[in-house]
């Protein structure tokens, strides 16, 4: 594999967005990790490969591509390069992955028309996010968006109801909850729901936790204010306006992941901007962001999203007159965090992100503390009702004592986002 191809594209596009910044992000993924450099360069649409790939770099591009829940979009992207030759075991092993998450995303759209149409019968508005609207209404190819779960959003007034069906049609929390006021003010969605079928249902009520503060009910009403309609199988529904598209997949990456999810959620960006280019309206999106303290984090996302896939995003803001300029060290810590899988233990933004005052602020660091089993479980892929949760919570403390640098280095990243 001749690297300097990829280092050099990095390097132009990084230059052509970031004329005053030193192109540093680049040389980053390349010494610290060739295999998500490969993998970048593997899923991009135009690169060519003059030089096999090793076996042993083959491993580890997939174990990059199953961390970042990439492997359909792998296969997808190389079927269609001729220039492209996995050893054959790798290639059957991403094709049968590629059928598997194929199977799984027709099972989970068929799920959606049946969760869909319970709703209409009780008059409950509902918004497919994520995974199952990208692949459905925004990917080329339905079946190279992976997804493992149905996230729907619903009023909060329908939330009881929404559950009540959720439940009739077999499946059960993962968790208890009192889905109180209290309760709306530290989440954004239910405990997972779990079908006997393994199919996993998210009733969302918004897409960020307002951790106490009170932003969270206004950016409720905005999300309605503005959707679109749309269908999916044949079942009409409600979709986010392709401008919160982008702007959720920014929080699902930085907020409520803090960059553990790896690069999936640029691609997702990636898709509903080469999908709507020409339509998407930039003032709105920004705006939006601003109004919610969503702007650094919009940016920094979008800058990914160029660096990566070669996306014009930051043209279009400059274009508009909405460029704002992101850090070196900003840049250095994202593309950091992608590498290494994120931090574990994000105090910043749970802290950051709820309203200022002391009440909410003590109960985002009482959150933080003392986090959900659910949230435990997500943290450590401890499965649903297996007691072994309880165990990660030592585990957690050991890493805080022992990682507390991090912790400062992640706080301080924090307050330049919401600054």
């Known amino acids: 594999m001749n690297y300097r191809i990829m280092v050099t594209r990095l390097h132009i596009l990084h230059e052509k967005q970031f004329p005053s910044v030193q192109p540093i992000i680049p040389d980053l993924i390349f010494h610290t990790s060739p295999a998500l450099l490969n993998l970048i360069q593997l899923l991009n649409r135009n690169i060519l490969h003059n030089e096999p790939l090793s076996a042993i770099l083959w491993i580890e591009i997939i174990h990059f591509a199953k961390k970042m829940h990439l492997m359909p979009l792998l296969y997808s992207s190389i079927k269609n390069k001729e220039d492209i030759f996995p050893p054959p075991d790798i290639y059957i092993q991403l094709k049968s992955f590629y059928r598997e998450n194929a199977v799984r995303n027709l099972s989970l759209t068929y799920s959606l028309r049946i969760l869909l149409t319970e709703f209409e019968k009780n008059n409950i508005r509902a918004i497919p996010l994520k995974g199952i609207y990208l692949a459905n209404c925004v990917y080329d190819n339905p079946s190279a968006r992976q997804m493992n779960d149905l996230d729907i959003m619903v009023r909060w007034k329908d939330v009881p109801d929404a559950r009540n069906i959720v439940e009739k049609l077999g499946f059960k929390a993962s968790d208890t909850c009192h889905l109180?006021?209290?309760?709306?003010?530290?989440?954004?969605?239910?405990?997972?729901?779990?079908?006997?079928?393994?199919?996993?249902?998210?009733?969302?009520?918004?897409?960020?936790?307002?951790?106490?503060?009170?932003?969270?009910?206004?950016?409720?009403?905005?999300?309605?204010?503005?959707?679109?309609?749309?269908?999916?199988?044949?079942?009409?529904?409600?979709?986010?306006?392709?401008?919160?598209?982008?702007?959720?997949?920014?929080?699902?990456?930085?907020?409520?992941?803090?960059?553990?999810?790896?690069?999936?959620?640029?691609?997702?960006?990636?898709?509903?901007?080469?999908?709507?280019?020409?339509?998407?309206?930039?003032?709105?999106?920004?705006?939006?962001?601003?109004?919610?303290?969503?702007?650094?984090?919009?940016?920094?996302?979008?800058?990914?999203?160029?660096?990566?896939?070669?996306?014009?995003?930051?043209?279009?803001?400059?274009?508009?007159?909405?460029?704002?300029?992101?850090?070196?060290?900003?840049?250095?810590?994202?593309?950091?965090?992608?590498?290494?899988?994120?931090?574990?233990?994000?105090?910043?933004?749970?802290?950051?992100?709820?309203?200022?005052?002391?009440?909410?602020?003590?109960?985002?660091?009482?959150?933080?503390?003392?986090?959900?089993?659910?949230?435990?479980?997500?943290?450590?892929?401890?499965?649903?009702?297996?007691?072994?949760?309880?165990?990660?919570?030592?585990?957690?403390?050991?890493?805080?004592?022992?990682?507390?640098?991090?912790?400062?280095?992640?706080?301080?990243?924090?307050?330049?986002?919401?600054?």
């Open 180 to 419: 109180d006021n209290t309760y709306r003010r530290t989440k954004h969605h239910a405990p997972d729901f779990l079908h006997p079928s393994g199919t996993r249902v998210e009733i969302h009520w918004n897409i960020l936790s307002p951790n106490g503060g009170n932003r969270g009910k206004e950016l409720e009403d905005m999300i309605w204010l503005h959707t679109v309609p749309g269908e999916i199988l044949g079942k009409k529904t409600l979709f986010l306006k392709p401008e919160l598209s982008i702007l959720h997949s920014t929080i699902h990456l930085t907020f409520l992941h803090m960059f553990n999810s790896g690069i999936r959620d640029i691609y997702d960006i990636d898709s509903v901007y080469r999908k709507f280019r020409g339509t998407i309206d930039w003032d709105f999106l920004v705006s939006f962001a601003r109004r919610f303290r969503f702007e650094r984090a919009l940016h920094l996302v979008l800058a990914l999203t160029d660096i990566i896939t070669g996306s014009d995003t930051l043209s279009e803001l400059k274009k508009n007159g909405l460029y704002l300029e992101i850090p070196n060290k900003i840049l250095i810590f994202a593309a950091n965090e992608i590498i290494r899988g994120g931090s574990k233990d994000s105090l910043s933004i749970k802290l950051l992100t709820s309203n200022p005052g002391p009440f909410a602020t003590t109960r985002a660091l009482v959150n933080w503390l003392f986090p959900g089993r659910d949230e435990m479980r997500d943290k450590y892929h401890v499965p649903p009702g297996h007691f072994g949760v309880y165990r990660c919570y030592p585990m957690l403390n050991y890493h805080r004592v022992t990682h507390f640098n991090e912790i400062v280095r992640d706080y301080s990243f924090g307050r330049w986002m919401n600054g």
